[in-house]
Nanobody
Framework: QVQLVESGGGLAQPGGSLRLSCKAS????????MSWARQAPGKGLEWVSS????????YYKESVKGRFTISRDNAKNTVYLQMNSLKPEDTALYTC?????????????????WGQGTQVTVSS
């Protein structure tokens, strides 16, 4: 029974920072890639970032490159998203997702489990 629980969301000012966490259980975490996605009000689910099972390869949506950093701690079954230089356009419900293999793709179909999400609001 796969479970993904996100935390760390909240209200930040433009230019501020937040660090999201996703704690996983119910599968061998260290063998699967993981992703972060987000959904803004009235919009569809948007892929943000992925990390390979061993943490060596990372991938980002162009608009967050240089601002967001994905990482993981396999000993803690946790994946993180460090978000710096936040912009109002980053406002969304952020969810983590389990990939179907060692790599996690950039689209919804490449994942088979999703968390409930944590809300990020960027506003002055």
């Amino acid at each position: 029974q796969v479970q993904l629980v996100e935390s760390g969301g909240g209200l930040a000012q433009p230019g501020g920072s937040l660090r999201l966490s996703c704690k996983a259980s119910g599968f061998i975490f260290s063998t699967y890639g993981m992703s972060w996605a987000r959904q803004a009000p009235g919009k569809g689910l948007e892929w943000v970032s992925s990390i390979a099972s061993d943490g060596r390869d990372t991938y980002y949506k162009e608009s967050v490159k240089g601002r967001f950093t994905i990482s993981r701690d396999n000993a803690k079954n946790t994946v993180y998203l460090q978000m710096n230089s936040l912009k109002p356009e980053d406002t969304a419900l952020y969810t983590c997702a389990k990939g179907r293999g060692a790599q996690a793709g950039r689209v919804t179909d490449d994942h088979d489990n999703w968390g409930q999400g944590t809300q990020v609001t960027v506003s002055s």
